[in-house]
């Protein structure tokens, strides 16, 4: 167990990163692979394609095919490398958050919570499905992930998927899906960097890609470590009680990933601690503490072409998670709780009459939970499980998917049947029509289902105190949406609008009220947090997002608009989910180069929104960037400065999870100073 210390003191991951930086420094020749004359790090290169050719770049997580923006059969949008090098994005949160219908949230309970078209989540972000190059990644007993764990830095490309995701994916891809592509194993390529900051900011980390002569094999590994800003604030707690405390977000994570001809394997670790404001917003039940995670990763694919037009896909995914949580002031006693995910995939393409393919897919989902307990300062163990060790589900879903496209049509339409142990069977599916008046310019008409299955943790849970209590009676979450987007790409701009109508039912929340033991005592417990299934309730949106890029000169310009109804507002209560969603966001940015030097800027605006007491006021953060490029001999080097929220703007968000006095969460956005030094070699 650990006390509240930064996470390099527990965990020397930045020892391994820097010895690895040191021996690809010295041995920049490995494993066959060719360098052929010094290394370049050009802000020429940034600024050197077109939007037009870079809209044509290739994106995956739309479909089992590879497509561009304009002919995916999803609303999806990409932050490319250049993009992240030109502003100077520090971490896969803040890039996202820049995009219209996307944002990263948090509550008193967990930060850094993915969310899109403002489907909130209570604490685990387990409605938007994150991927590590399309290999699903969630905590088998909560459903959510862990954004941190790719460093920003190891990072071809984001891709983002928004809308309803479940036909194609399964569950937890409700609202959203994230694609995290690695840099490419398949290209020689070495980078390392270390910065430091106010705040008690500092990182570094080191990556490097081998791959053979023949190219037929290669590999990218990397290691990482980042000490975020500890934002000390004030904090009053719902029970009006204050004091000081330390807000902070820590990682550090190992990746390795390959390919031999049509093998392909992912690996990666994690280990990290954020500050937290209690597993109940009050200082006596952990406020200020730390929130420990760690989990690794282990995930292998193969295709077999069985001719030109068919293809087997096989894919295998384990996963282990870990959490640890403090449940006091004085941080002697801690909540632990492991679990593992495993997913196997079979899939089945073909392509048949020229114009149509086809698509068969067998999917098994296994999620439980290890181990839940409660561990002392002193290392003794309280004897008590929480209803949660030994808890398991199993899904099984087939899904089928047909495809047409001749000449300037597209067409698409799924379904898939999940069949869970719990729940039973569910039919979900999605159509798309698409017309391209060019390469450059098309229209999609949308309309999607999704579904998600609750988490072990939301149906069986019984807290400690019984502080918070699972519902085994839960019903699955769903949803539809219909959408329509129009894209357009002409010289040095890019247009994407998209419209929706969105119904969801059965969302689940928690309540305040009497509950009934899930352990099978029948023992009524009064006054206690359980959860509970939402009513229907809709949306309606409109997301437009433009860029320019010319001549050294890059900006980009999004907005989001949305408007929610009060359908599953709470009997008795004034709450509700677009209570606390604010009607309009706004983000623009602009990134200029000047010889060897880059300044760039971005903007986030926030609307003020009501909390469960007052309302929440709007918020507006600036991020500055200077960085200058030079080349030493036979290596490109980097060297950025950061401000982070120039004005120190106070960021907070309604506290929609317990809404029991405490109106609001601050963000763990200070003001914050960076100096980074990169060398590609």
């Given at each position: 167990?650990?006390?509240?210390?930064?996470?390099?003191?527990?965990?020397?991951?930045?020892?391994?990163?820097?010895?690895?930086?040191?021996?690809?420094?010295?041995?920049?020749?490995?494993?066959?692979?060719?360098?052929?004359?010094p290394s370049s790090y050009s802000y020429d290169d940034?600024?050197?394609?077109?939007?037009?050719?870079i809209s044509q770049l290739t994106v995956t997580v739309?479909?089992?095919?590879?497509?561009?923006?304009?002919?995916?059969?999803?609303?999806?949008?990409?932050?490319?490398?250049?993009?992240?090098?030109?502003?100077?994005?520090?971490?896969?949160?803040?890039?996202?958050?820049?995009?219209?219908?996307?944002?990263?949230?948090?509550?008193?309970?967990?930060?850094?919570?993915?969310?899109?078209?403002?489907?909130?989540?209570?604490?685990?972000?387990?409605?938007?499905?994150?991927?590590?190059?399309?290999?699903?990644?969630?905590?088998?007993?909560?459903?959510?992930?862990?954004?941190?764990?790719?460093?920003?830095?190891?990072?071809?490309?984001?891709?983002?998927?928004?809308?309803?995701?479940?036909?194609?994916?399964?569950?937890?891809?409700?609202?959203?899906?994230?694609?995290?592509?690695?840099?490419?194993?398949?290209?020689?390529?070495?980078?390392?960097?270390?910065?430091?900051?106010?705040?008690?900011?500092?990182?570094?980390?080191?990556?490097?890609?081998?791959?053979?002569?023949?190219?037929?094999?290669?590999?990218?590994?990397?290691?990482?470590?980042?000490?975020?800003?500890?934002?000390?604030?004030?904090?009053?707690?719902?029970?009006?009680?204050?004091?000081?405390?330390?807000?902070?977000?820590?990682?550090?994570?190992?990746?390795?990933?390959?390919?031999?001809?049509?093998?392909?394997?992912?690996?990666?670790?994690?280990?990290?601690?954020?500050?937290?404001?209690?597993?109940?917003?009050?200082?006596?039940?952990?406020?200020?503490?730390?929130?420990?995670?760690?989990?690794?990763?282990?995930?292998?694919?193969?295709?077999?072409?069985?001719?030109?037009?068919?293809?087997?896909?096989?894919?295998?995914?384990?996963?282990?998670?870990?959490?640890?949580?403090?449940?006091?002031?004085?941080?002697?006693?801690?909540?632990?709780?492991?679990?593992?995910?495993?997913?196997?995939?079979?899939?089945?393409?073909?392509?048949?009459?020229?114009?149509?393919?086809?698509?068969?897919?067998?999917?098994?989902?296994?999620?439980?939970?290890?181990?839940?307990?409660?561990?002392?300062?002193?290392?003794?163990?309280?004897?008590?499980?929480?209803?949660?060790?030994?808890?398991?589900?199993?899904?099984?879903?087939?899904?089928?998917?047909?495809?047409?496209?001749?000449?300037?049509?597209?067409?698409?339409?799924?379904?898939?049947?999940?069949?869970?142990?719990?729940?039973?069977?569910?039919?979900?599916?999605?159509?798309?029509?698409?017309?391209?008046?060019?390469?450059?310019?098309?229209?999609?008409?949308?309309?999607?289902?999704?579904?998600?299955?609750?988490?072990?943790?939301?149906?069986?849970?019984?807290?400690?105190?019984?502080?918070?209590?699972?519902?085994?009676?839960?019903?699955?979450?769903?949803?539809?949406?219909?959408?329509?987007?129009?894209?357009?790409?002409?010289?040095?701009?890019?247009?994407?609008?998209?419209?929706?109508?969105?119904?969801?039912?059965?969302?689940?929340?928690?309540?305040?009220?009497?509950?009934?033991?899930?352990?099978?005592?029948?023992?009524?417990?009064?006054?206690?947090?359980?959860?509970?299934?939402?009513?229907?309730?809709?949306?309606?949106?409109?997301?437009?997002?433009?860029?320019?890029?010319?001549?050294?000169?890059?900006?980009?310009?999004?907005?989001?608009?949305?408007?929610?109804?009060?359908?599953?507002?709470?009997?008795?209560?004034?709450?509700?989910?677009?209570?606390?969603?604010?009607?309009?966001?706004?983000?623009?940015?602009?990134?200029?180069?000047?010889?060897?030097?880059?300044?760039?800027?971005?903007?986030?605006?926030?609307?003020?929104?009501?909390?469960?007491?007052q309302e929440v006021a709007s918020s507006l953060v600036?991020?500055?960037?200077?960085?200058?490029?030079?080349?030493?001999?036979?290596?490109?080097?980097?060297?950025?400065?950061?401000?982070?929220?120039?004005?120190?703007?106070?960021?907070?968000?309604?506290?929609?999870?317990?809404?029991?006095?405490?109106?609001?969460?601050?963000?763990?956005?200070?003001?914050?100073?960076?100096?980074?030094?990169?060398?590609?070699?």
């Amino acid at each position: 167990m650990w006390p509240n210390i930064p996470l390099s003191r527990h965990w020397p991951a930045y020892q391994y990163a820097l010895l690895l930086c040191l021996l690809f420094f010295y041995y920049p020749h490995s494993y066959g692979e060719e360098m052929t004359g010094p290394s370049s790090y050009s802000y020429d290169d940034l600024f050197s394609l077109s939007l037009e050719d870079i809209s044509q770049l290739t994106v995956t997580v739309a479909s089992s095919n590879t497509e561009t923006v304009f002919n995916s059969v999803s609303t999806v949008t990409v932050i490319q490398r250049a993009q992240i090098d030109k502003y100077g994005f520090r971490t896969v949160r803040e890039a996202i958050s820049t995009l219209s219908g996307v944002a990263v949230l948090r509550t008193y309970f967990k930060q850094s919570i993915p969310t899109t078209r403002s489907v909130l989540q209570d604490h685990y972000a387990n409605k938007v499905l994150v991927m590590i190059n399309k290999v699903p990644t969630s905590n088998g007993a909560t459903g959510e992930a862990i954004l941190e764990r790719i460093n920003i830095h190891d990072i071809e490309r984001i891709e983002v998927l928004k809308g309803p995701a479940s036909v194609l994916y399964g569950t937890n891809a409700y609202s959203g899906a994230i694609n995290l592509v690695l840099r490419d194993s398949k290209q020689a390529r070495a980078n390392a960097y270390v910065g430091v900051g106010s705040e008690g900011q500092n990182t570094a980390g080191v990556s490097k890609s081998f791959v053979n002569e023949a190219g037929s094999a290669g590999f990218f590994v990397s290691a990482n470590f980042e000490n975020s800003e500890e934002n000390d604030f004030i904090f009053v707690d719902e029970q009006g009680n204050s004091a000081p405390v330390s807000d902070f977000n820590d990682m550090a994570a190992v990746t390795l990933q390959g390919h031999y001809n049509e093998h392909e394997f992912l690996i990666n670790a994690y280990q990290g601690e954020e500050g937290y404001l209690g597993v109940a917003p009050r200082l006596n039940f952990g406020s200020g503490n730390q929130h420990a995670l760690d989990g690794y990763l282990a995930a292998y694919k193969y295709q077999y072409s069985i001719d030109s037009d068919s293809s087997f896909n096989l894919m295998s995914n384990y996963e282990w998670n870990k959490r640890e949580f403090s449940r006091d002031a004085a941080n002697d006693e801690q909540g632990v709780i492991e679990a593992l995910h495993i997913i196997n995939s079979l899939k089945y393409r073909r392509l048949f009459y020229e114009d149509f393919n086809f698509e068969l897919g067998l999917d098994h989902d296994y999620r439980e939970i290890d181990v839940f307990q409660f561990e002392l300062s002193d290392g003794s163990v309280i004897d008590y499980e929480g209803n949660l060790a030994g808890q398991d589900v199993s899904e099984t879903s087939v899904f089928t998917q047909l495809g047409y496209q001749k000449d300037r049509w597209k067409g698409l339409v799924g379904t898939r049947l999940v069949d869970n142990e719990l729940f039973g069977e569910n039919v979900s599916s999605r159509a798309t029509l698409l017309y391209s008046f060019s390469d450059t310019s098309s229209v999609k008409f949308i309309a999607g289902q999704s579904y998600r299955s609750p988490s072990l943790f939301a149906l069986y849970i019984v807290g400690r105190n019984n502080i918070i209590i699972g519902n085994p009676d839960l019903n699955p979450e769903k949803s539809s949406s219909y959408e329509v987007s129009y894209l357009r790409a002409y010289g040095h701009y890019f247009f994407q609008a998209n419209a929706y109508y969105a119904t969801y039912d059965n969302k689940v929340y928690r309540k305040s009220g009497d509950a009934v033991l899930p352990d099978g005592s029948g023992v009524v417990v009064q006054n206690t947090t359980v959860y509970a299934n939402g009513e229907e309730f809709s949306a309606q949106g409109l997301e437009l997002e433009t860029r320019y890029s010319h001549d050294q000169l890059d900006g980009f310009f999004n907005v989001n608009v949305i408007s929610g109804d009060d359908g599953d507002e709470v009997p008795d209560s004034d709450h509700y989910n677009f209570k606390y969603v604010p009607d309009f966001t706004l983000a623009a940015g602009m990134s200029r180069q000047v010889k060897n030097y880059l300044f760039s800027f971005v903007a986030n605006y926030t609307d003020s929104t009501q909390g469960p007491e007052q309302e929440v006021a709007s918020s507006l953060v600036l991020d500055l960037m200077l960085g200058y490029n030079q080349q030493l001999g036979q290596r490109a080097v980097h060297h950025s400065v950061r401000l982070n929220n120039a004005s120190d703007e106070s960021v907070t968000v309604a506290e929609y999870a317990r809404r029991r006095g405490l109106n609001e969460v601050r963000m763990d956005l200070g003001r914050v100073f960076t100096y980074e030094l990169s060398v590609a070699f």
